[in-house]
């Protein structure tokens, strides 16, 4: 029921790219994302719903494919305070609760 | 603007001992979640309330149990506790959710050691 996250971790330079994917084996409602920090609670970032409709962050996007129940978390011009462990939360429909994936560690280096 | 506040921040207990944890979700949100993390793990659910009534339950052994009073404070009690329950145990709220999950927000979190 967890879902899977790739890649587990990914090292890239400031201003650089990134793409983090989860993808579930169950028909989803809604995926969120967190980025979480050593120590630190979860912090919230976007939140992607069956039908379409999505919240987000202002220099970080998202997609939701419904029939392949993936999501995919889109970083651009990655800063240093982007480090952190992203975390991919799926819903059910009817479940009052969000199922994280392993999470992506991600290191920005100058 | 308001968070969610956990309290206490740290904890270290014996084993065997009992330890109770509380949460008080951003005003005006009525469903709270409660989520174990071991280290370097992902955090794991274990209940959530929403008006005050048991919404879903998660991994949650039997030696834990949790409420949510009538002014949407939680309460999560552990009793019996052994070395593995050794964690980070963060409170969530969120909005009105009956049927579905909105934006949780995540507390600061307990740090529990269990020694």
């Known amino acids: 029921q967890q879902p899977v996250q790739s890649p587990q971790a990914v090292i890239l330079r400031e201003g650089e790219d990134a793409v983090i994917n989860c993808s579930s084996s169950?028909?989803?409602?809604?995926v969120h994302w967190y980025r979480q920090k050593h120590g630190e609670a979860p912090v919230f970032l976007m939140i992607?719903?069956?039908?379409?409709e999505q919240k987000g962050h202002e220099k970080i996007s998202a997609s939701f494919n419904e029939k392949k129940q993936q999501s995919s978390l889109y970083l651009t011009a990655s800063q240093l305070s982007y480090s952190g462990t992203y975390f991919c939360?799926?819903?059910?429909?009817?479940?009052?609760?969000?199922?994280f994936g392993q999470g992506t560690r991600l290191t920005i280096n100058p | 603007a308001a968070g969610v506040i956990q309290s206490p921040r740290h904890l270290i207990k014996e084993k065997r001992e009992t330890a109770t944890l509380k949460c008080y979700p951003i005003?005006?949100?009525?469903?709270v979640y409660w989520y174990q993390q071991g280290p370097g793990q992902d955090p794991q659910f274990l209940i959530s309330?929403?008006?005050?009534?048991?919404?879903d339950k998660g991994s949650i052994p039997d030696r834990f149990s949790a409420q949510q009073f009538s002014d949407y404070h939680s309460e999560l009690n552990m009793s019996s506790l052994e070395l593995g329950d050794s964690a980070l145990y963060f409170c969530?709220?969120?909005?009105?959710?009956?049927?579905?999950?909105?934006?949780?927000?995540f507390g600061p979190g307990t740090r529990l050691t269990v020694l």
């Open positions: 309330f929403y008006e005050k009534m048991q919404s």
């Open positions: 939360g799926t819903e059910v429909w009817g479940a009052q609760k969000l199922v």
């Open positions: 005003p005006r949100h009525d469903t």
């Open positions: 992607l719903l069956k039908g379409g």
């Open positions: 969530a709220s969120s909005p009105s959710a009956r049927f579905r999950t909105d934006t949780q927000y």
């Open positions: 169950k028909a989803l409602y809604s």
